[in-house]
């Protein structure tokens, strides 16, 4: 790793051997604006000599927020390159998170993009923070303008030098289920460490590389997956002009690399089965000279005809699901990884995938299964800790130095390992019987009326499964979602113990979401809030033995 370029070195290298090359697509308003390597290096240096000449401080941390754009890139850049920290903020981040964030970190200045909601995030904002607005429709004036401060400012001649094993490249908030975020501290030497072992098992395509960045940058995946991947793959990479736009977004870019959440490949899954619902499909996919041409056609109609790497990941992806994408001819690759170890653990890769497996542990990314199943892991990216918060710090690794991941799994005779749920979210029945989530909600996924859901059971003699349903089935009438329900509830039982048999279902009468509260940033349950909002109904119900479905 000693002769390997820290990120932005690489953007300049990249600059100086392919300067016309276009590097990231910008949409607005029907069209596309491209910038090559040297605009967005060039653009880039500049504003890392403004952020020096308005006094910003090296090593301060740089906050960067709004939807996912060429800017958002672009200010990391800067960051990177001025020798500061860079500090993502999720859209749509509650006002409280956005005053702990600024606080803890002490960011000096904040780059504002294009979101929702934008007047309440800038309200949240300290009164002292710098403000420069991302050049986007939407966002307000503020203290300075992007294209402004780049006009007025000669590009910075060369990166800020600093310390790759103790000095913050990044600080990155995970979203958390429960109170405060912790800043979790990613040095040059963690970021380069998990990027190396990207480059070797996923090398750049000949025909080159494509991504389509949607999924929160505020997160380390998509930093670390789609922004830094990109730079070191010589990617070119296309933005999202509204997440209801993804769908004939797919069918422009026609991505070589796809990661999505579990909800996105659901979703999209959904999609398929509008227009071709599944009796219709399994007749297809019988006829040996049909089965081709649908597989393909449906690969065209989604943009994934030159897709090779499928990814999910954050939470996992029900078993059902996958195998039904695999009988398409699109494996979808499940990885794993946490913000503290830089996103790097195992993943599943063509040629080597195991559908319920997270794949096999990378060569240099050290397993092991500690007490009571949970997942430890060892090597180079591994945090050295959180920002201003030694005791959490303390928490994270065992004695002898090994990070404590919080998840429950298991290795298999080849290797690969399973997830099989939180060490938090195991939970124990009035019964005095311990129950593990995840497993029964992955088998409950079969049910295709069921958007998110999440199943409790303390303070509970027998476990209740409380569900969302998608958009179509709220409009369905509810007899027909109920026998659905009921017949699921029937398969998934007859495989459980009797202590982990589901008593009742309860559905929500809105689907969940980001905005109201019920799913972080990262489209994960808050399964604490579920219990906050409808455990005093859900344990109301628990006397009425004969209703299998309740219903909000």
Same mark, same amino acid.
């Given at each position: 790793?000693?002769?390997?370029?820290?990120?932005?070195?690489?953007?300049?290298?990249?600059?100086?051997?392919?300067?016309?090359?276009?590097?990231?697509?910008?949409?607005?308003?029907?069209?596309?604006?491209?910038?090559?390597?040297?605009?967005?290096?060039?653009?880039?240096?500049?504003?890392?000599?403004?952020?020096?000449?308005?006094?910003?401080?090296?090593?301060?941390?740089?906050?960067?927020?709004?939807?996912?754009?060429?800017?958002?890139?672009?200010?990391?850049?800067?960051?990177?390159?001025?020798?500061?920290?860079?500090?993502?903020?999720?859209?749509?981040?509650?006002?409280?998170?956005?005053?702990?964030?600024?606080?803890?970190?002490?960011?000096?200045?904040?780059?504002?993009?294009?979101?929702?909601?934008?007047?309440?995030?800038?309200?949240?904002?300290?009164?002292?923070?710098?403000?420069?607005?991302?050049?986007?429709?939407?966002?307000?004036?503020?203290?300075?303008?992007?294209?402004?401060?780049?006009?007025?400012?000669?590009?910075?001649?060369?990166?800020?030098?600093?310390?790759?094993?103790?000095?913050?490249?990044?600080?990155?908030?995970?979203?958390?289920?429960?109170?405060?975020?912790?800043?979790?501290?990613?040095?040059?030497?963690?970021?380069?460490?998990?990027?190396?072992?990207?480059?070797?098992?996923?090398?750049?395509?000949?025909?080159?590389?494509?991504?389509?960045?949607?999924?929160?940058?505020?997160?380390?995946?998509?930093?670390?997956?789609?922004?830094?991947?990109?730079?070191?793959?010589?990617?070119?990479?296309?933005?999202?002009?509204?997440?209801?736009?993804?769908?004939?977004?797919?069918?422009?870019?026609?991505?070589? @690399?796809?990661? !999505?959440?579990?909800?996105? &490949?659901? /979703?999209?899954? %959904?999609?398929?089965?509008?227009? +071709? #619902?599944?009796?219709?499909?399994?007749?297809?996919?019988?006829?040996?000279?049909?089965?081709?041409?649908?597989?393909?056609?449906?690969? @065209?109609?989604? !943009?994934?005809?030159?897709? &090779?790497? /499928?990814?999910? %990941?954050?939470?996992?992806?029900? +078993? #059902?699901?996958?195998?039904?994408?695999?009988?398409?001819?699109?494996?979808?690759?499940?990885?794993?990884?946490?913000?503290?170890?830089?996103?790097?653990?195992?993943?599943?890769?063509?040629?080597?995938?195991?559908? %319920?497996?997270?794949?096999?542990?990378?060569?240099?990314?050290?397993?092991?299964?500690?007490?009571?199943?949970?997942?430890?892991?060892?090597?180079?990216?591994?945090?050295?800790?959180?920002?201003?918060?030694?005791?959490?710090?303390?928490?994270?690794?065992?004695?002898?130095?090994?990070?404590?991941?919080?998840?429950?799994?298991?290795?298999?005779?080849?290797?690969?390992?399973?997830?099989?749920?939180?060490?938090?979210?195991?939970?124990?029945?009035?019964?005095?019987?311990?129950?593990?989530?995840?497993?029964?909600?992955?088998?409950?996924?079969?049910?295709?009326?069921?958007?998110?859901?999440?199943?409790?059971?303390?303070?509970?003699?027998?476990?209740?499964?409380?569900?969302?349903?998608?958009?179509?089935?709220?409009?369905?009438?509810?007899?027909?979602?109920?026998?659905?329900?009921?017949?699921?509830?029937?398969?998934?039982?007859?495989?459980?113990?009797?202590?982990?048999?589901?008593?009742?279902?309860?559905?929500?009468?809105?689907?969940?979401?980001?905005?109201?509260?019920?799913?972080?940033?990262?489209?994960?349950?808050?399964?604490?809030?579920?219990?906050?909002?409808?455990?005093?109904?859900?344990?109301?119900?628990?006397?009425?033995?004969?209703?299998?479905?309740?219903?909000?």
């Amino acid at each position: 790793m000693s002769d390997m370029l820290n990120p932005v070195q690489m953007l300049l290298h990249r600059a100086e051997s392919t300067p016309s090359t276009p590097f990231l697509h910008q949409p607005g308003q029907g069209t596309w604006r491209s910038y090559t390597w040297s605009e967005v290096a060039d653009q880039s240096r500049s504003m890392a000599a403004a952020l020096q000449a308005l006094g910003v401080p090296a090593g301060s941390a740089v906050a960067i927020t709004g939807m996912n754009t060429a800017h958002w890139f672009m200010a990391d850049f800067a960051a990177g390159l001025g020798g500061y920290v860079g500090v993502g903020l999720y859209p749509k981040q509650s006002d409280d998170a956005v005053r702990f964030i600024m606080q803890h970190c002490g960011a000096k200045v904040a780059f504002i993009g294009p979101m929702p909601d934008i007047e309440a995030f800038l309200a949240a904002l300290p009164k002292d923070v710098i403000r420069i607005a991302l050049p986007y429709p939407g966002v307000p004036a503020c203290d300075h303008s992007w294209d402004e401060l780049v006009k007025r400012h000669a590009p910075l001649p060369q990166a800020v030098a600093r310390d790759l094993e103790r000095d913050p490249w990044s600080l990155i908030y995970t979203s958390g289920t429960t109170g405060n975020p912790k800043g979790v501290i990613i040095t040059g030497r963690n970021l380069m460490f998990s990027v190396q072992g990207l480059l070797r098992m996923m090398p750049a395509r000949p025909e080159g590389e494509h991504f389509l960045s949607y999924l929160p940058l505020a997160h380390a995946f998509e930093r670390g997956a789609v922004e830094c991947a990109s730079v070191y793959l010589g990617a070119q990479v296309w933005f999202l002009e509204a997440l209801d736009k993804l769908g004939e977004t797919l069918k422009q870019v026609r991505p070589t @690399r796809f990661y !999505g959440v579990p909800l996105v &490949w659901t /979703r999209i899954q %959904g999609e398929i089965l509008k227009q +071709l #619902p599944q009796a219709k499909m399994d007749r297809v996919l019988r006829i040996p000279l049909l089965s081709g041409y649908v597989k393909r056609k449906i690969r @065209r109609g989604l !943009g994934f005809d030159r897709c &090779w790497l /499928r990814v999910s %990941g954050a939470a996992p992806l029900p +078993l #059902p699901v996958l195998n039904w994408y695999t009988r398409l001819g699109m494996d979808i690759y499940q990885g794993y990884g946490m913000t503290e170890n830089s996103i790097y653990v195992s993943c599943n890769l063509p040629g080597s995938n195991r559908n %319920g497996s997270v794949g096999k542990p990378f060569f240099d990314s050290l397993i092991r299964i500690g007490d009571g199943g949970e997942i430890q892991n060892k090597h180079a990216g591994v945090t050295i800790g959180y920002y201003n918060d030694p005791q959490k710090t303390a928490e994270l690794y065992t004695a002898d130095g090994w990070l404590h991941t919080g998840d429950v799994g298991r290795l298999d005779d080849d290797g690969y390992l399973y997830i099989t749920g939180r060490v938090k979210e195991i939970f124990k029945t009035l019964k005095g019987k311990y129950v593990t989530p995840a497993p029964i909600e992955g088998a409950f996924s079969e049910n295709k009326d069921v958007d998110q859901m999440c199943l409790v059971g303390s303070g509970l003699f027998q476990p209740v499964l409380v569900v969302s349903l998608t958009p179509e089935a709220y409009k369905k009438d509810r007899a027909a979602v109920e026998a659905g329900l009921l017949q699921t509830l029937e398969t998934v039982n007859a495989t459980l113990e009797a202590h982990e048999a589901i008593a009742k279902i309860f559905v929500t009468r809105e689907s969940w979401s980001i905005d109201n509260n019920m799913m972080t940033p990262t489209m994960k349950v808050r399964r604490n809030e579920v219990e906050k909002r409808f455990g005093e109904r859900i344990q109301a119900q628990e006397s009425k033995r004969g209703e299998k479905v309740a219903w909000e």
